[in-house]
């Protein structure tokens, strides 16, 4: 039964039509060029913001049924980057996503749960050592593994992360697909908003390419990134060949 | 530099560095300043009463004596140091909660409007004399008119049900110079003994507060800063950007309207009975920052207990400085509190620089 669900979901004219629907376990990439509607997809999908027509579900209950807290333990929504100047330590941004399990009047969660998950998540990305490390001292790629703790301290099943590996050298962008790889064998279902082809169809299970707003393709990344919807969709002439070590997709560029 | 000199200014330094001290004994520091300046406030005056007779004459007073020193001290100078501390508390604790909410270290409670709109109302109502029908007119007029430009700048930033901070803040800055634009007409339209009742009121002043003051701006305050404690977390969530909040389950159009609304409020009210207090609302929570750090849930006391000790210190001096004439405390706490600023700034710049 799949999870995540889109409904013939429409968002002002930028998403038009949009059915999809993903199971648990799965690394989903949504390709396509800039301006296809990668971003509002995931804040559609997120329940950020709500669809002009159509409905998105999780779990077989409506989206805009559920408080934001609820959503909030349903799914965990990432938007781009982290703002520079986030004056906060690890453990202080990390914790931040237990304000769902937070009570109505202090906002702050009550007994040890909170603190439980927030170790968890911190020993899960490897950050146990950097908890009282200001937030804007870490490296990029430990910034972006903070922002991951984040998420997995929401328990939600769902993660919804846009554009995790932008910015990221190449190291750290492996590093980051491979855990999400593992997140995903773990039974997450975890969609992210990712610009580079190749390493979408090394890591990816799925990809869904969208351009001008509507799904032209979604499957198993050789199935969707074919010469020709590359070239639909970007404008540019790639040939396509199987990497000899690995067997994934690779592109030739012209 | 020599080597003692450098040693002890380390020491300093490590002191008031967030981390040295635990957070308990950096507020009851706090709170012992608060008490000093409390204790000065109401012992210092043309009148000086040693702080040993405090109790016993303020017990007098409660009972009905009208002994000069139970008189000065429980007609006068509770009230007027009540005022003082819940007037710094309130701009204070609102300054923090707007700092957080704009996501601007410029924010202060003006940035609202509520400042602009109840000087403008308080002007209005000295205008058309309404001080001869009712004492409580003019600081009526001051508390409707300053949450109605709230009302103002908030309808005009909310688009489809959502309020972009940006325009919160542009319609805020409008709507505040419009409302001083208006206040200057007046001026200029006023008979000269009005301009100088309104030019007194425009400054800020704690003269002539009574008990009745205190429970205004009690009520309110109290009220304030429990609201703005429930929404801490969420703000500090907030800081970092709407969507990262939303990802977690914040309501940004909640907070924001919880947190106007109370502001207004708050401010309202302390303008209401003090008229304008600058500077307060925006140095406090940046010196309150430097020294508990940028959680919200100990920023807000934290600038509560100091906007109480500034505005009361502030008072001391005003009444003191050139006695028997007595300044305005929007003035005190604006020239000191403006150069003070700048030098943390520096301070903190250069810190930044050398690393």
């Known amino acids: 039964m799949a999870l995540l669900r889109l409904d013939a979901v429409r968002w002002r004219d930028v998403l ?151 910015s990221l050298d190449l190291h750290y962008q492996v590093d980051v697909l491979k855990q999400l790889r593992a997140l995903a064998a773990e039974g997450y279902l975890v969609v992210i908003a990712i610009h580079h082809l190749e390493l979408a169809a090394r890591y990816c299970d799925e990809v869904v390419l969208l351009h001008g707003g509507r799904v032209t393709g979604s499957g198993l990344p050789a199935a969707v990134l074919t010469e020709a919807a590359v070239r639909e969709a970007f404008g540019i002439h790639v040939r396509t060949y199987k990497d000899p070590f690995t067997g994934a997709l690779r592109l030739s560029l012209p | 530099m020599n080597p003692l000199n450098h040693k002890w200014s380390a020491a300093l330094r490590r002191l008031c560095s967030v981390q040295a001290v635990p957070v308990s004994v950096r507020f009851i520091l706090l709170l012992a300043l608060l008490l000093l300046a409390m204790a000065a406030e109401v012992s210092v005056g043309p009148m000086n009463i040693p702080l040993s007779r405090l109790l016993s004459a303020t017990w007098a007073y409660w009972h009905g004596s009208r002994t000069a020193d139970a008189v000065v001290l429980g007609a006068i100078r509770w009230p007027r140091l009540l005022v003082a501390a819940f007037a710094g508390a309130g701009l204070a604790s609102t300054g923090a909660v707007l700092q957080a909410l704009f996501r601007n270290p410029m924010a202060d409670p003006a940035i609202i409007g509520v400042s602009g709109g109840g000087s403008l109302g308080a002007v209005f109502m000295i205008q058309i004399g309404a001080q001869a029908v009712s004492p409580w007119l003019v600081p009526f007029g001051a508390f409707a008119a300053g949450l109605a430009a709230v009302l103002v700048v908030y309808r005009l930033a909310t688009v489809d049900g959502r309020t ?101 409020l708050a401010v309202g009210s302390c303008v209401s009975v003090t008229g304008v207090i600058g500077f307060v609302g925006l140095i406090v929570p940046h010196l309150m920052r430097l020294w508990m750090g940028p959680s919200q849930r100990l920023l807000i006391p934290a600038s509560a207990l100091g906007g109480a000790a500034l505005v009361t210190a502030a008072d001391i001096v005003a009444r003191m400085a050139l006695a028997p004439v007595e300044l305005n405390i929007g003035v005190v706490t604006s020239c000191l509190g403006a150069p003070f600023f700048l030098y943390l700034l520096r301070r903190q710049y250069h810190r930044e620089v050398q690393g």
């Not at chain 1, 870490?138 to 993660?159: F, Y």
């Not at chain 2, 208006?182 to 009005?194: G, I, N, Q």
């Not at chain 2, 009520?219 to 907030?238: G, M, P, R, T």
């Open chain 2, 164 to 264: 972009a901070i940006h325009s919160l803040l542009l319609s805020g800055v409008a709507v505040a110079s419009l409302c001083s634009a208006v206040v200057t007409l007046l001026l200029s339209l006023a008979p000269l003994e009005t301009m100088q009742q309104i030019m007194f009121w425009l400054m800020g002043g704690l003269d002539g507060s009574t008990w009745s003051h205190v429970l205004v701006v009690a009520v309110f305050v109290l009220f304030a800063l429990i609201v703005y404690e429930s929404q801490a977390h969420a703000l500090d969530i907030l800081s970092l950007g709407e969507e990262q909040a939303e990802g977690v389950g914040v309501n940004p159009q909640r907070v924001k309207q919880v947190t106007l609304v109370t502001a207004a």
């Open chain 1, 16 to 166: 038009r039509d949009i059915s999809l629907a993903w199971p648990r376990g799965r690394l989903i990439g949504l390709v396509g060029p800039n301006g296809a509607g990668k971003s509002t997809l995931l804040r559609v999908a997120a329940g950020v913001w709500r669809p002009t027509a159509g409905v998105v579900t999780i779990a077989g209950m409506p989206l805009h049924r559920l408080s934001p807290r609820q959503r909030a333990r349903h799914l965990a929504y990432m938007p781009q980057q982290l703002p520079e100047e986030a004056p906060y330590t690890v453990r202080q941004y990390v914790a931040m996503g237990r304000y769902a399990y937070g009570t109505r009047w202090t906002g702050y969660e009550r007994g040890n749960m909170g603190r439980e998950a927030v170790d968890a998540a911190l020993r899960r990305m490897g950050l146990e050592g950097k908890g009282d490390v200001p937030i804007n001292r870490l490296s990029g790629g430990e910034r972006q593994r903070a922002v991951l703790a984040r998420c997995l301290t929401q328990g939600s099943p769902v993660l919804l992360l846009d554009e995790p590996i932008a």
